[in-house]
């Protein structure tokens, strides 16, 4: 049953009336993300809370049930303040709107984080012993959705998700005899490194960090973890795909993990690094499993184009051999060879190129022969550069993104930009054109238009199988999406 999203909105905020006594005098819808769960901002004169609805009553219970615990242990997670009594909707604190993704985005998209960023990072790693040990302690496991305990089954639903979601799709051949019983051992090894009563998160990752007020990590999205391992959160955070953490700071990473793993178990060195070896092989069969299952059979392109990303940690990774496991070693450096997951991006005939620039300088020139597309003026929004603290800033920062998104024109601004690119994306993909322009233009091409074109280009990446290409002509950044 397709229910619409004044349903949602209006159970929301009649619950949010409920609680607060207070009429909701907003109630925007946040941006998805591979879950079936809808997240709603919700605000009063005073008040903003987040509220969220689940088709899953079960998972909801989870979430529920798992904040209130780790919040009385005193972990970083939202206050979960009332629910529905079918446990359908509920809401819980608003921790902002800035994620630990979010706060990471220039040293992502450059494969060179800062020190600012470096040190976010570590912040958050070191806070992940106490999630899972602390966490985990007097955690009453049965309220875990869809198991309580990381066990066999759990390991072989990923090793099935891996073979039929993307191993076959992929199309190279290889034994299924030979590759089970590799796999046999693998999860035996796995099932082997069981230790203690730890909160697994399961998917635990930047996009799942939120900043409260902009520098303090706070956990979300954990409903579904587990008693299970710790080396498994370390390598979905650290090995995630598209983060493009460079060895080094892989290193420094799990240095600053162990530093507080310390304070709970002490581990060897020579079997840290083989567990967490084998377990960052395991998330990633894992993570391409769920690549192929919501590229190829859910059509989101941001899944596919997210592939090479992690064949390239595969590849890494498989340089020393798994000789426990010859035959999955043989099927990987086969797959790791194939051109076409290298950069599925190839196959793309739409390139959309979205610029950023300055309306003294004249507006950038389409020098793919196909005449030009868009240009959007940006003029007529609130300018920050006309305050001097605001000068040394571009619309790739915190400051300048909060300045523009508090005043609130530019969200509207950006949706209806929205509806008039996509359908025309769209149609251009339909048709097989190669070439789509989008300008976005203001005084100076710092600030404004920055911040709408990488908009734009963030939201088209996610949403068309296209190329797109991005640059901000006066700040001399140019970028592939």
């Known amino acids: 049953m397709i229910?619409?999203?004044?349903?949602?909105?209006?159970?929301?905020?009649?619950?949010?009336?409920?609680?607060?006594?207070?009429?909701?005098?907003?109630?925007?819808?946040?941006?998805?993300s591979g879950s079936n769960r809808r997240?709603?901002?919700?605000?009063?004169?005073?008040?903003?809370?987040?509220?969220?609805?689940?088709?899953?009553?079960?998972?909801?219970?989870?979430?529920?049930?798992?904040?209130?615990?780790?919040?009385?242990?005193?972990?970083?997670v939202p206050e979960v303040y009332v629910s529905s009594p079918d446990k359908v909707y509920y809401l819980q604190e608003d921790l902002g709107t800035v994620s630990l993704f979010d706060a990471i985005s220039s040293g992502r998209q450059k494969g060179s984080y800062n020190v600012k960023e470096v040190a976010l990072l570590k912040k958050t790693m070191a806070l992940l012993p106490k999630f899972q040990f602390e966490g985990g302690r007097s955690l009453d496991y049965s309220v875990c959705y869809p198991q309580p305990e990381f066990d066999e089954r759990n390991i072989w639903f990923d090793f099935n998700y891996f073979k039929y979601s993307f191993l076959k799709t992929s199309g190279l051949d290889f034994s299924e005899i030979r590759l089970y019983e590799d796999m046999k051992k693998m999860a035996a090894d796995l099932l082997g490194v069981m230790r203690g009563n730890t909160f697994m998160y399961r998917d635990f990752q930047a996009r799942n960090v939120m900043l409260k007020d902009g520098k303090q990590p706070y956990f979300i999205d954990f409903q579904g973890g587990r008693k299970g391992p710790f080396y498994y959160d370390i390598a979905s955070f650290v090995w995630q795909a598209r983060a493009n953490y460079s060895d080094e700071l892989k290193d420094i990473l799990i240095n600053v993990y162990k530093k507080e793993l310390k304070k709970y178990?002490?581990?060897?060195?020579?079997?840290?690094?083989?567990?967490?070896?084998?377990?960052v092989?395991?998330?990633?069969?894992?993570?391409?499993?769920?690549y192929?299952?919501?590229?190829?059979?859910?059509?989101?392109?941001?899944?596919?184009?997210?592939?090479?990303?992690?064949?390239?940690n595969l590849r890494k990774l498989i340089k020393k051999p798994f000789t426990e496991y010859p035959y999955l070693q043989q099927v990987l450096t086969d797959l790791t060879k194939m051109r076409q997951l290298k950069d599925l991006r190839r196959d793309v005939t739409l390139e959309v190129h979205i610029f950023s620039f300055a309306y003294k300088k004249?507006?950038?020139m389409d020098d793919s022969g196909n005449g030009g597309g868009y240009v959007f003026d940006?003029?007529?929004?609130?300018?920050?550069?006309?305050?001097?603290?605001?000068?040394?800033?571009?619309?790739?920062?915190?400051?300048?993104?909060k300045f523009l998104e508090d005043e609130g024109g530019i969200k509207k601004y950006l949706a209806n930009v929205y509806d008039i690119v996509d359908p025309h994306v769209k149609r251009f993909v339909e048709r097989k054109f190669t070439h789509l322009q989008v300008c976005f233009g203001c005084t100076g091409g710092q600030h404004r238009s920055v911040y709408c074109a990488r908009h734009l280009a963030d939201h088209i990446a996610k949403k068309f199988n296209v190329r797109v290409k991005l640059t901000h002509r006066e700040l001399d950044i140019e970028e592939e999406v």
């Open 265 to 279: 178990i002490m581990v060897p060195d020579k079997e840290f690094e083989k567990n967490l070896r084998l377990f």
């Open 362 to 364: 004249g507006i950038p």
């Open 378 to 401: 940006c003029r007529g929004l609130e300018n920050p550069g006309k305050f001097e603290r605001y000068k040394t800033f571009t619309g790739l920062d915190e400051p300048v993104i």
């Open 3 to 32: 229910v619409s999203n004044t349903v949602f909105m209006k159970q929301l905020k009649d619950l949010f009336e409920q609680y607060t006594g207070k009429k909701a005098v907003t109630c925007e819808e946040l941006p998805q």
């Open 281 to 290: 092989l395991f998330r990633t069969l894992q993570v391409l499993g769920a």
């Open 39 to 76: 997240y709603f901002r919700l605000q009063a004169e005073g008040i903003s809370l987040i509220g969220a609805m689940g088709t899953s009553v079960e998972e909801n219970n989870a979430f529920i049930c798992l904040g209130r615990h780790f919040k009385e242990v005193g972990l970083n």
């Open 292 to 312: 192929g299952f919501r590229g190829y059979f859910e059509k989101k392109p941001h899944f596919l184009q997210s592939i090479p990303f992690a064949i390239e």
